[in-house]
Each structure stands twice: as C-alpha cells, then as structure tokens.
C-alpha cells in the first residue's frame, strides 16, 4: 500500500480525558489534515441522560473523528453507536483500558478485559445499530490477567462478534494499587506483544499505543503495525504533528509553521469567545507549541497568567506570540527531518 493510500488508522491522537476536547481537536486540526483524532472517553449515561451537545458536538473541521465510548450495557452502547452515526462521528471505539477506580466502578473500561464475553455482546449490539465500524481500545492484560494467552482470547472472542480493529495500549494494568497516571507509566512497554498479536492475527487491524514520542518511532513502528496512536506527546509537544500527512500518510503537502497553525486556530477561538468560552479553555491546548524553542517560556506564562482573566480575548494571543522569535514562528521543517525524541 502506498503512503497517501493509507487508512486513517494510519496514525491517530489518543482520547485523553480533560485534554483531548473539542477545543484540543480543532487547534490539532489545524497541524494535520489526515490524522484520526478521538474524544474523551464519554459515558453512555453520559450521553443518553445528560447534554447531547455538550458530549458530542464537534466542529466539523475535526474530521476524521471517531467517538469514544465508556460503558457495558450492549442496549445503551447500542443506542450511543445510532447517535454516533446520527451525529456524523467516523468510527465508535469502545474503551477498554481505562484503569480508573471511576471506571471500575462502572464495570467499564479495563476491567471489562476481564470479562471478554460481556465485550463480545456489546460489540455485536453496537454493530447491529450502526454501519459505522466498531473498534476497541485494550491494555495487552489487567492484574494477574496479563498472559499472552488470555490476550488472544480476549482478542478473538471480540473479533468473532465482528471487531476488525484493535487499539493495543502496549502495558498492562493494575486495577488496585495503581493509579491512572502510574498506570501510564509503571508497567513496563511490551511492543513485542503487539507485534505477536499481528503475526497471530493478520487479518485483523492492529494498532500499536503507548510511549510512541515522535514520528520517527512511529515509522519504525509501521513496519510492522497496521497504525500507531499517539498520547502525551501529541498533546505535550502538539507541532510533531505538523509533518504527520506529508512523512506518514505520503502527501506532497509542506507542514505549517506555527505561526499559520495559531493564525487558523484563532477565528475559531473568537467565535468561542463571542460565545462565552473563557480564553485558556481553547489557549491551554497550545502550551506545548513552542516546546524546546526560544519564546516558549513567554508564550506559556503569557496565556497562563492572563489566558484566565475576565474580558481576556486575541490581544493576548498576540502579546503571547510577539515575544516568539520570527525565525521560530515561521520555520518550517526540513523534508524528511529526523525528529527527536
């Protein structure tokens, strides 16, 4: 397959609750037109009882966007996936990661790895209620759930009720004792895993996550996974992005600087702000734009300090940006620049 033929799967943003919001998907948008961006997490009670628009209105510009789901019911995920597909939404991913105690819970998220039946029924109720695809996001094992043949028959007792595409965050959880931001990062990284999974299941789609830092580890990655999804360090250092349609998805397309990137993000912040959003709601998202360049310290203490005061507007956004050197606004990287990590 060549580069510009490739899925969107490709390469991805992952859902990250409180940073992955509509706001954080538009100024992503303004970086890479290819890559697949997800919400937060949503719950179906969330959805079905709460603020329809608040939970799953979106800018179209955020195309390709895929809607991730949290909860257990087959009829409520059902029902939430007939939205999804009202709604215009790419792709429904069902969580099955999220080590969170508010998940447990709920009996969703990564405890549902333990019951893999109960992610069969609900992939089946979700795909009879829509056409879109149906996807899942899993650790590679929970607790003393984490053998490599307990994977697999989570993996193909989900894939018998018609899932063709796994997202594999490459660690296991730990349910009790750890919390979600230890979970992140204390269990070691098995790539390995992943990849076995691939070998063992050609014809499903595999999707390689966590602890990929930049696109050079994303290629490596390809040469093998069907798609690599990206966490922190798209939201922590968000220009990475910027070269992701030309060196991933194979456009002959330059990357934009960042200072085009702020330039077509802020008629969408204005419009926000004409309708009561405070500035740092959009601006926080863009902290990380400037990340290990000169001016970054003042463009992330000038939206800080002021992003969150009454009447704050653009004015600030300029000020931010006119303490930027030219030479960072408006360089561009060097095709097939090796990025580091």
């Known amino acids: 397959m060549s580069a510009a033929a490739r899925p969107p799967h490709t390469l991805s943003v992952a859902p990250m609750m409180d940073w992955t919001d509509r706001h954080c998907r538009v100024f992503h948008r303004t970086l890479t037109r290819r890559t697949l961006l997800y919400t937060e997490m949503v719950t179906t009670g969330a959805i079905l009882h709460g603020d329809r628009e608040r939970h799953l209105g979106y800018s179209p510009a955020e195309h390709p966007l895929a809607l991730q789901l949290g909860g257990s019911d087959p009829a409520a995920l059902a029902e939430c996936a007939r939205m999804a597909q009202d709604w215009g939404y790419a792709e429904v991913n069902l969580n099955c990661g999220c080590p969170s105690d508010r998940v447990q819970n709920g009996s969703f998220g990564a405890c549902l790895m333990g019951t893999p039946d109960v992610v069969a029924r609900a992939v089946d109720a979700m795909r ?50 750890l919390s979600p931001k230890e979970n992140r990062e ?135 940006l006119a303490g930027v050197p030219d030479s960072v606004l408006d360089a561009r990287p060097a095709v097939g620049e090796r990025q580091t990590a």
């Open 128 to 177: 009879g209620a829509t056409t879109l695809p149906v996807t899942v996001k899993h650790r590679i094992g929970i607790d003393d759930l984490d053998s490599y043949e307990h994977l697999t028959a989570f993996v193909r007792t989900v894939a018998a009720a018609g899932c063709e595409t796994f997202i594999v965050h490459a660690r296991k959880a730990w349910l009790s004792g």
């Open 186 to 320: 204390i269990p070691p990284l098995r790539y390995e895993v992943v990849r076995q999974l691939k070998v063992d299941f050609p014809h499903l789609t595999i999707v390689l996550n966590g602890g990929v830092l930049s696109l050079d580890a994303a290629q490596e990655a390809l040469a093998w996974a069907d798609g690599v999804m990206i966490g922190r360090a798209a939201y922590q250092e968000p220009y990475l992005l910027a070269e992701a349609d030309g060196r991933i998805f194979g456009e002959q397309t330059q990357p934009v600087t960042r200072r085009e990137a702020i330039e077509a993000y802020l008629p969408y912040v204005d419009a926000q702000l004409a309708a009561g959003q405070p500035l740092n709601r959009m601006m926080k998202h863009t902290l990380g734009l400037f990340a290990g360049q000169p001016g970054a310290r003042h463009w992330k203490r000038t939206l800080s300090e002021q992003g969150h005061k009454p009447g704050a507007g653009l004015p600030v956004v300029r000020e931010a």
